[in-house]
């Protein structure tokens, strides 16, 4: 639980400094749990509500291989979100320019949440066609499943990325809520805890391109948190080099598993609108940071051919 080693934190300052949480005027927090949540597998236990025909647009993907030699197929779509056992469609159309072809079969909803219900889901992703254009019918969806099931985790397209591109729509919107309920379970319980050790102000979460939001705005759009650490880090650089007056250089971030690398330009971390998490498409903007797989903990050897 990374609330523990905060609390402790909290601790080591009132004892250090004499200082009330009271009298802490900002809390600001990085954290990497909905990034360990993906990279471990131990997100929630998704569904997907699509347009009916179109429940299989996060496992067809954009029919691109990267290694097209390879002996092997691997995936390249994030189908392991929601394999086809846990992807319904649902009765809806609307059109490329927004107009409702064939409205909402609510009873389809019904039929289609209680199958995923029913298949273990704790959290659904609803992702039809254009929703971005007419969202009513991905809101009332929404408030169908909240109304039976008030425990389901729900996101929507509309709300996560309403832009165009069907497949990397449905990818970020399903990636959000496979971390939502780790997320919110944690979020919740840290809410709460610095609470009850006294902590007047709200804390501040750090987003993946750089910017604090509140944490009920984290909670509902979790996949905004995959790089909160590393751009935590990327910020705090950037900080630090505004002070010594240095306003281009090269941040190194290096954890216990991994070292973070971005550029800072004119004093500013460079941003991009589309990030790539574990090689599959993640659409919100983040902090341009490239990590690789050797940290402080990881361990070099040379194999029989002497390479390291």
Request: proline content about 5%.
């Amino acid at each position: 639980d990374p609330s523990i080693a905060i609390l402790e934190a909290i601790n080591h300052v009132k004892r250090q400094w004499d200082i009330s949480p009271s009298d802490i005027g900002r809390f600001a927090h990085g954290t990497t749990v909905a990034t360990n949540a993906l990279i471990e597998r131990k997100g929630g236990c998704v569904g997907i509500l699509a347009t009916d025909g179109f429940s299989d647009v996060i496992e067809i993907g954009r029919q691109m291989r990267r290694r097209l030699y390879e002996a092997t197929l691997t995936p390249e779509t994030p189908v392991f979100l929601a394999p086809g056992r846990r992807r319904r469609g649902v009765i809806e159309r609307v059109a490329s320019d927004g107009r409702v072809l064939v409205p909402l079969d609510e009873a389809s909803v019904r039929t289609s949440v209680r199958d995923l219900v029913d298949a273990g889901v704790n959290s659904i992703a609803i992702c039809f066609l254009f929703s971005f254009l007419h969202p009513a019918h991905e809101r009332r969806a929404r408030d169908i499943v909240a109304a039976e099931f008030p425990a389901i985790k729900i996101s929507i397209s509309s709300d996560i990325d309403p832009t165009f591109r069907e497949y990397e729509r449905t990818a970020v919107t399903a990636f959000d809520a496979y971390v939502k309920p780790v997320v919110d379970d944690y979020l919740e319980r840290l809410q709460q805890e610095l609470k009850d050790v006294g902590m007047a102000n709200e804390p501040k979460i750090m987003q993946s391109r750089g910017g604090m939001s509140a944490v009920t705005v984290a909670r509902q759009r979790p996949v905004r948190l995959f790089l909160s650490g590393p751009a935590a880090g990327v910020v705090g650089a950037a900080e630090v080099s505004r002070g010594l007056g240095v306003n281009d250089l090269i941040s190194v971030d290096i954890g216990g598993t991994s070292s973070d690398i971005a550029l800072i330009n004119g004093g500013r971390p460079t941003l991009r609108s589309e990030g790539n998490i574990e090689g599959f498409p993640v659409r919100v903007n983040m902090v341009d940071v490239n990590s690789i797989g050797a940290g402080g903990g990881s361990l070099g050897w040379l194999d029989t051919a002497g390479g390291l």
